[in-house]
């Protein structure tokens, strides 16, 4: 087995930093990827609850219009 030699070990260390700095460069854009992703669901969670707070008050606006119709109706039946 031949002796390790200082510039072996060199380029040993050289290769294990250079593929050291290559995953980090690919899990710096995974994490931008991933950050990228959460933002996009929050945004839809957020297009959500807004939809459903327009929704919620349109029942209501319904609701008062039926309440009021009914008044209305009952009213009229009264006068009759």
Request: aromatic share 4%.
């Amino acid at each position: 087995m031949a002796d390790p030699s200082l510039e072996l070990l060199q380029i040993m260390v050289q290769r294990v930093w250079d593929r050291q700095g290559e995953h980090f460069d690919e899990f710096t854009e995974i994490n931008a990827r991933l950050a990228s992703l959460e933002r996009t669901v929050l945004s839809i969670r957020s297009d959500m609850v807004c939809r459903a707070n327009v929704r919620a008050n349109l029942q209501d606006q319904i609701d008062r219009v039926g309440a009021r119709l009914t008044r209305v109706e009952r009213r009229l039946a009264s006068a009759d």
